[in-house]
Structures are given as structure tokens and as C-alpha cells.
């Protein structure tokens, strides 16, 4: 084994578990502050577009978060990290050009710089649903194929309780003003791949900050999705 090979897998220094869970414990309190923030402002303000001006912004604080509390960042921690992004990216891409993945969209302001038309951001946000949905599979005790469709059914929920906010507040517009059942199936399948790949691929996968953020977005979806009916 070279030299090179023998340092690839070095996990980060430990962390004393009363330091760790202090970390843990400010982490949440930020999310949890932004989120309620958001949902406040987004629910019940007169004026809901100065609150969207800060979701990329979400966005990112969420994802430094939650990728500080992932001990292993190896190489190809950091190659499922760009391989992700970028096929969530140009899925996207393929999506809205052809209407054969998800369905005929468009993408609206909210959610930033767009390339191509999508916003950048896409790619972060599939990168995070794939990685929390993937670690929180790794729970349960079956195989990793099984944990690959536990995972993908995961997002899809998240993707459930996402869309009626993101129709409201302009992320993305269906043609229509319908929903279609082929953006389920198509989330389904893109996130079973991407859930193979992510189960395949050699880093550890724990991360304490995950349960909660993942509860976290699928409260606040669902809440200002029942506020907003």
C-alpha cells in the first residue's frame, strides 16, 4: 500500500463527547432558530418575500452544518459529494428541457442563480437528501439494496410535503398549476440510483446532526404546507 493509499481513510481528530454534544446541542439551535424563523415569517408575515430572499442562504448554513458533524471526509467522501450534486444538477437539467423525468416545469426566482435554467442550489439539495436519507437507511438492519429503497422512500416523502410550499412560494411552477404522479416516480428512481451509489461507496456514514435536520425540513414543509391550504 503507498503512502498515499494508508492516508486516505484517516478519520479526523476525536472529539471529547462532552465537546461533541455541546457542538451538537449550538448546531440544532441554529437550525432550529433559522427554521422557526422561516416558518413564522413564510406562514403568517404580510410579506413572505423579504423571509425567501434568505433560503439559498438556508441552504448552505444547513448543509456547513451538517457536513461539519461528518467525521470521515476522505476522498470519496468528497467524490460522492460532487458526483451527487452534479448528476442531481443535470437530472434537473434533462428535466426541465424535456419534461420526461419529473414532468413539465419551470424554475422560479426563489431559490437563486440559475445555470442552464436550475438553480445551483438544486444540486446541494439533492446532495443533502441523498446523504440524510442514506445515513438514516443505515439504522436498520437489512441489506443495502433494502436500505437503498428505505432511503429513496424517504426522500420521496420530503418531496411530499415540499411541493405544495415550493408551487406557493415560487421555487418551481408545474405546467398546469397539477402536481403529476410522474414526479414521484421520477424522484423515486433517481434517488434509488444515486441511494446505490451512495451505499457503494467507502466513508463512513454517521452523522449525529442528521436525524434532526432531516425531522426538522419534514416538520417545516408539512406544517407551512397545512398552513398555507
Known amino acids: 500500500m503507498s503512502a498515499s493509499e494508508s492516508t486516505q481513510h484517516i478519520p479526523a481528530p476525536p472529539v471529547a463527547p ?3 454534544q455541546r457542538r451538537l446541542r449550538v448546531a440544532q439551535g441554529i437550525l432550529l432558530l433559522f427554521h422557526v424563523t422561516g416558518f413564522l415569517g413564510l406562514g403568517f408575515s404580510k410579506d413572505p418575500s423579504f423571509y425567501l430572499q434568505f433560503v439559498p442562504l438556508n441552504l448552505l448554513l444547513t ?6 458533524f461528518q467525521r470521515d471526509r476522505s476522498a470519496a467522501f468528497w467524490g460522492f459529494c460532487i458526483t451527487t450534486a452534479a448528476v442531481g444538477f443535470f437530472v434537473e437539467v434533462v428535466g426541465i428541457q424535456t419534461g420526461k423525468i419529473f414532468g413539465q416545469y419551470t424554475y422560479g426566482a426563489t431559490l437563486g442563480l440559475k445555470w442552464l435554467g436550475v438553480p ?3 444540486g446541494l439539495n439533492w446532495l443533502m437528501l441523498t446523504y440524510m436519507t442514506g445515513v438514516l437507511a443505515r439504522y436498520l438492519p437489512i441489506s443495502d439494496f ?3 429503497v428505505v432511503a429513496a422512500l424517504l426522500l420521496v416523502g420530503m418531496d411530499i410535503c415540499l411541493e405544495p410550499v415550493a408551487v406557493r412560494y415560487d421555487f418551481w411552477t408545474w405546467a398546469f398549476d397539477v402536481i403529476p404522479l410522474q414526479n414521484f416516480k421520477g424522484w423515486f428512481v433517481v434517488a434509488l440510483i444515486l441511494q446505490v451509489y451512495f451505499n457503494r461507496t ?3 456514514k454517521r452523522n449525529p ?3 434532526f435536520v432531516y425531522l426538522l425540513q419534514l416538520l417545516f414543509f408539512f406544517g407551512l404546507g397545512l398552513l398555507i391550504r
Open 18 to 20: 462532552d465537546t461533541q
Open 120 to 122: 445551483l442550489m438544486i
Open 63 to 68: 448543509a456547513v452544518l451538517l457536513f461539519a
Open 202 to 204: 467507502d466513508f463512513e
Open 146 to 148: 433494502l436500505r437503498a
Open 209 to 211: 446532526l442528521v436525524p
